[in-house]
């Protein structure tokens, strides 16, 4: 699958607007904290590798680029067995890796030309993706402080409020928004770089494909593409082999997922996906179904942030545009604001 799609020139224009749908005050619109302008950069820029195989022959090889909180841990652990299996058969050859530079640079522009090479991903709806990965960056700080004392000058102001609250999760989506690094959000340290790279848009495997087919000489044929994409989870175990068999080649010997694999952040012991949900939600109902005067005023952060999310998220339904793009998220794109302000900060590149 090759096509152009649109790419932003300036990245922080869909924070910008994001920032006019928190109501922030026109002179803080635009952060100039280096750091920040760094963190949103990495959003849209971030890629966490995946899991590569060859062919015995080396004429075949098929890359599944990983997107945390999409269905990966499921993906990864099953696909790798099965992959690694193949390997010790001495059918193949399997590979994990960290980043999207490694997992690729094995592949030969000779079977990439020749269309023998496979990259897939998973994605699901961006703002679900980040509720979801909300709750894990969440559950991941809380699981790790159990009985310890902590000093709040070190730790992001969001998390001095209660658990499983409303003002704990706006407070983290408006400080992230505001500002992720100036607001402690987004630390450049190995830990917390790891936590607030789950909440990172979906397109950085696109935008690092991009980079390094530029890096190589633009428009190179021995650089591999996207082939294509599963836009969502339902039953994932089974669905996800056929997707890879429809588009890829590979040994029968990759099938039907058998392993269960949970996470700890899944039983929402603190309830902070309940809330994350509860706000998206509450935030559709009053578009759709209207609300009185007062319960519009009482729930006017949940409708403001979750509006900011849609502007952060532009991109990612841009780019997988077989995931339908909520219609409260077009209210916020159809805006005569929005539209004239990512007109002017765009050009076409042939990115997937």
Known sequence: MSKSITKL???PTLFELARIELQLPPDR???THSGDIYAINKFYQFS??????????KKSYMAYLRIFKAGNDQIRGNLLAQLSSLATDKKGTAWDKNTLHELIATIPSSSVSANETCIITVVRDPITHFLSAYNEIEWRHEDRIRGQTLDSTYIPKYRLLQNGTQERYVKFVTDFIQGPSSNGIYRNKPRGIEEITHVFSMVGPLYEMDRLRKKKQQGSNGMPRLTAYMSNMTNLDDAFPKFLHSNCRLPKEVTTFTKKIT??????????YKIAKKIWKEAQDIQTTGLDKEERISNSSSFEVSRALCAIHAMDYSCYDDIPVPKFCQGVYMQDHFRERIYNATETSAIS
């Open 263 to 272: 996470h700890g952040s899944q039983g929402d012991e603190f309830n902070f």
């Open 48 to 57: 966490q590798g995946g899991l590569g195989y060859s062919s015995n022959d």
């Open 29 to 31: 619109i635009i952060t």
């Open 9 to 11: 020139t300036n990245i």
